[in-house]
Nanobody, 125 residues
Framework: QVQLVESGGGLVQAGGSLRLACAASGRTFTPYVMGWFRQAPGKEREFVANIRWSGRRTDYADSVKGRFTISRHSTNNTAYLQMDSLKPEDTAVYYC??????????????????WGLGSQVTVSS
């Protein structure tokens, strides 16, 4: 059984920073890719960022490019999302995701097998 345990999130003023972490646990699980989606009230869930576990590729939504940075620590199966220059429109529940592989772009929800419970990020103006 694979579990994704998220930490971080909270309330911050516009222009501030937050860091999300996501630890993947499971006896023999090594992710091929991990990332985050987010969902704001009344809106559809959207892709935010992902990282190939090799570290060779990262992808970002246009709305967060240049402000968010995704990274991973392969030894402890943990991914991080550093969020800088936060805006009120970044307010959402952020979901960690992981996949063992088998797809290509990893920017749609159905390409991921495992989901965390979500972390609330609130940015005040």
């Amino acid at each position: 059984q694979v579990q994704l345990v998220e930490s971080g999130g909270g309330l911050v003023q516009a222009g501030g920073s937050l860091r999300l972490a996501c630890a993947a646990s499971g006896r023999t699980f090594t992710p091929y890719v991990m990332g985050w989606f987010r969902q704001a009230p009344g809106k559809e869930r959207e892709f935010v960022a992902n990282i190939r576990w090799s570290g060779r590729r990262t992808d970002y939504a246009d709305s967060v490019k240049g402000r968010f940075t995704i990274s991973r620590h392969s030894t402890n199966n943990t991914a991080y999302l550093q969020m800088d220059s936060l805006k009120p429109e970044d307010t959402a529940v952020y979901y960690c995701v992981a996949s063992p592989g088998g797809s290509y772009w990893y920017q749609t929800a159905n390409e991921y097998d495992y989901w965390g419970l979500g972390s609330q990020v609130t940015v005040s103006s």
